[in-house]
């Protein structure tokens, strides 16, 4: 890193202010600063460019107002070992280069700083009278002399004056003085004050920083200069007002009418770019013209400061967390609504409104089928071309069924969106007892064409067999849309769903465990034990069971293999899990799908890989977990 190095020495100024003289008899000098440079070298450096002694030496710097921060008094910082040197090289950095590296060479104490006097730069104009001249060289004289360095040398300077001379020059000798006797009297050390521009209490007269924009700076659109204007003031903390703005060129100012804060941009011939062609941007208004409300502080530009917050799989901030946020980091003061707007406007920058969703779906579709081999997308417009359906299976789940369990578990669920809709999908369960989605479509509401139009391309990856299993509530549109699609599969009930039907009825009967039982049990002696108790206590109750086909809620009369999924259970899981994504654009919502499903399959293959066992690790936990019961069992050879 090149770094400007300078000599001269820190002085006082009458409101506190410090300001760094330069050595104009010394010349200046860059050198390169690399960031593992030890304090000694960097000093070694220093000598041999300045041909002085190291001992005569040192070093310091202010922090410019790129800080942000206007603090009288604030004193400059020294460098005497590493890491302060370190310091300074990321303070450089920070401030894109704007901190200087001040070198002080030490003088003899006896001469009372007068050496040091004479090489700055007189505050005396050049044009002086000969006689103030004179009067300042002979108070200088008079300073040199070591008895003479005390506040007494205030008087002999102002004797020196005449009574009748003129005020502008007397401010100057006054200037002078002052000068002369901390130079003489000072007892500041070199860690004093840096350089900041005299402020008066309540104003702000700069706003320059390292992403002030400046003349001749060019932006692509109207729009952007804007947006870059808006995100400045709320920064620097200064508002501004529209003097004219049209589709040529933009002035701004500030809102105070005696404030010079100007800032003036046209448009370029035959482009969109606009370009500044004035900026000013010095700040003479008080502080009174601040607000918490900022005018500036749009919902739009709240919402691009915070739209990092949200993404395809965030949740993103809630609008009593935005009040909070826009307080605490640009001092802006909004309300419950204003923060619901501004969430509205950040979740449309990063994924667009539900109109330019739909109207890009098929280009999603379109690269889920080029990206991801395998795959299986479908569309569907009515007769005036607007959406309808959509489907989505994925490559390498509809690949993995095959080593599945052949029960899948369908359902739908509704969307929060602008034009509401449903959600539905298939579901199975992997040998570790994963949820394992299969396909999910988007449709306009839960009924027997929707579901006759998701099961047809599900049939495309997963052909009709005896040995498939459906598991899902008792909707009749799914009972219609099986037998035509899927005649030769079974189609099973879920065991939660019909309990809820006869819980209304048989609540206080005392027999839904035995309900519960019965469906769950694995041979037909076992059911029909557990049934025939339910049928002595409750003949009416029997009776709707079996009116409900023992083949679609019990698992021993199950014409195909129902494993342990006796529930919808893995498919209402999956729908908590989008429980947020449902509020989004149908391509955000997909995408979430997507980039979900993409880490839960690398998460488990890389777990799969490091498993040692032949089985999976629940069911090496099950096994482990009954072994203490098995190991107290006798074994009988039965053949």
């Known amino acids: 890193m090149e770094v400007l190095c300078i000599c001269g020495q820190w002085i006082s100024k009458e409101s506190l202010q410090w300001e760094f003289l330069v050595d104009l008899k010394r010349n200046a000098s860059i050198i390169f600063i690399e960031e593992d440079l030890p304090y000694e070298d960097l000093m070694k450096i220093v000598s041999e460019d300045f041909s002085v002694k190291e001992e005569e030496i040192s070093l310091s710097y202010g922090i410019s107002l790129d800080m942000k921060c206007i603090i009288e008094s604030f004193p400059p910082l020294s460098i005497g070992n590493t ?45 002086a009278n000969p006689v103030i001249l004179s009067t300042v060289q002979r108070e200088k004289q008079v300073s040199t002399d070591p008895a003479s360095c005390n506040t007494q040398a205030s008087d002999t300077f102002a004797s020196t004056v005449p009574l009748n001379a003129n005020p502008v ?10 000068s002369l006797l901390y130079e003489s009297v000072s007892t500041v050390p070199l860690n004093a004050l840096p350089d900041f521009s005299h402020v ?50 933009v002035l701004l100012s500030c809102v105070d009418e005696n404030c010079t804060w100007r800032m003036r941009a046209i448009k370029l011939p035959l482009s969109d770019f606009f370009v500044v062609k004035k900026y000013v941007h010095e700040h003479t208004c008080d502080t009174t013209h601040r607000k918490a409300n900022h005018r500036q502080a749009s919902a739009k530009l709240l919402g691009s400061l915070i739209c990092s917050n949200y993404g395809e799989k965030k949740e993103g901030l809630k609008p009593k967390q935005i009040i909070e946020q826009v307080r605490m980091l640009h001092g802006v003061h909004i309300n419950y609504k204003q923060a619901w707007r501004v969430r509205e406007e950040a979740q449309i920058l990063v994924r667009g409104t539900p109109e330019d969703s739909y109207y890009n779906l098929s280009r999603w579709l379109y690269k889920i089928t080029e990206t991801n081999p395998g795959s299986l997308t479908y569309q569907h417009v009515d007769a005036a071309g607007k959406f309808k359906y959509a ?99 079974h189609h099973g009930i879920c065991r939660i769903h019909l309990l809820r039907n006869i819980t209304p009825t048989y609540a206080k009967t005392e027999l839904l465990p035995l309900v519960e039982s019965a469906a769950d049990a694995y041979t037909c002696h076992e059911f ?7 049928k002595d206590k409750c003949p009416e109750l029997a009776k709707y069971l079996e009116e409900s086909d023992f083949r679609k809620w019990a698992r021993s009369y199950a014409p195909a293999n129902r494993y342990n999924i006796m529930t919808t259970n893995i498919e209402e899981s999956l729908n908590s899990m989008l429980r947020m994504p449902r509020e989004l654009p149908i391509i955000s919502l997909l995408e979430t799908i997507r980039l979900t499903m993409t880490t839960w399959f690398f998460e488990r293959r890389e777990a799969a890989a490091k498993h040692k066992h032949l089985v999976t690790p629940k069911v090496v936990q099950k096994l482990v977990s009954r072994l203490g019961a098995a190991m107290l069992l006798n074994v009988y050879q039965v053949d």
């Not at 001040?102 to 050049?126: E, G, I, R, W, Y």
């Not at 932006?219 to 808006?230: G, Q, S, V, Y």
């Not at 009709?464 to 037998?483: G, K, Q």
């Not at 029909?528 to 339910?534: G, L, T």
Request: charged share 20%; with cysteine; hydrophobic share 40%.
């Open 83 to 127: 890491r302060q040197l370190r310091t300074f090289i990321s303070k450089t950095r920070a401030f894109d280069g704007t901190c200087r590296l001040c070198v002080k060479v030490s003088t003899d104490p006896a001469s009372c700083n007068t050496q040091a006097s004479d090489t700055f730069a007189s505050t005396v104009p050049l044009n």
């Open 391 to 489: 489907f989505v299976a994925f490559g390498p789940s509809i690949r993995g069924f095959s080593l599945m369990r052949r029960v899948i578990a369908v359902d739908g669920t509704f969307q929060k969106r602008k034009f509401n809709g449903t959600l539905l999908a298939a579901c199975a369960q992997d040998g570790n007892y994963h949820l394992y989605p299969l396909a999910f479509a988007v449709v306009d509401a839960e009924n027997g064409a929707s579901w006759k139009w998701f099961f047809r391309g599900l049939s495309q990856k997963i052909p009709d067999a005896s040995d498939l299993v459906f598991v899902s509530d008792r909707a009749n549109s799914i009972f219609s849309a099986l037998e035509d699609v899927y005649p030769l599969s």
């Open 200 to 249: 008066h209490i309540g104003l702000s007269p700069t706003t320059r920083g390292a992403g002030d924009i400046k003349v001749n700076s060019y932006f692509k659109t109207k729009r952007d200069l804007m947006l870059r204007m808006k995100k400045w003031a709320l920064e620097w903390k200064f508002e501004y007002k529209t003097v004219s703005s049209n589709q040529s060129r």
């Open 528 to 534: 029909w034990v557990i049934f025939k108790d339910i």
């Open 169 to 178: 020059i007397l401010s100057t000798v006054q200037s002078e003085k002052q």
